[in-house]
């Protein structure tokens, strides 16, 4: 695990600022195929969620499992996170290694709320995305 992922973790806000100031790789994956920001969403750490979007934090890196850091948001229900990440250009119709869509994880994990956050924002079912693919 880097550097800055081990920060993140343990929340050293301060030393996160300086390291990306420095050069810091914010999109260095761990061994899980996990990103620094990956970790800030778990951890409910929003500030750092913020800055290092603001370093260029990839809002579509995946793990080893195929998540992605929006992924992240639905394990948490953090929506006010989810929508930064949307608005940063996180892909709402993506599918994990599973083929599950974000929104078959928010359903299958039984947060219906979240789940009609999602499909608010345009997200669609591995199924549904299938047959729009299938011009159904």
């Given at each position: 695990m880097g550097e800055l992922h081990t920060v993140v973790k343990t929340y050293q806000r301060d030393l996160v600022a300086d390291m990306l100031t420095d050069g810091a790789d914010v999109n260095e994956l761990d061994e899980d195929g996990m990103s620094a920001l990956h970790y800030a969403i778990l951890l409910g750490y929003p500030d750092l969620v913020e800055l290092l979007l603001g370093y260029g934090a990839d809002v579509n890196a995946r793990d080893n499992t195929g998540w992605t850091p929006l992924h992240c948001t639905i394990k948490e229900c953090r929506a006010d996170t989810a929508e930064l990440l949307i608005a940063n250009g996180a892909e709402i119709n993506c599918t994990d290694n599973?083929?599950?869509?974000?929104?078959?994880?928010?359903?299958d994990a039984g947060v219906e709320e979240f789940a009609e956050f999602l499909r608010r924002h345009g997200a669609r079912t591995a199924a549904e995305l299938a047959e729009y693919d299938a011009g159904v």
């Open positions: 599973d083929g599950d869509s974000l929104l078959d994880v928010a359903i």
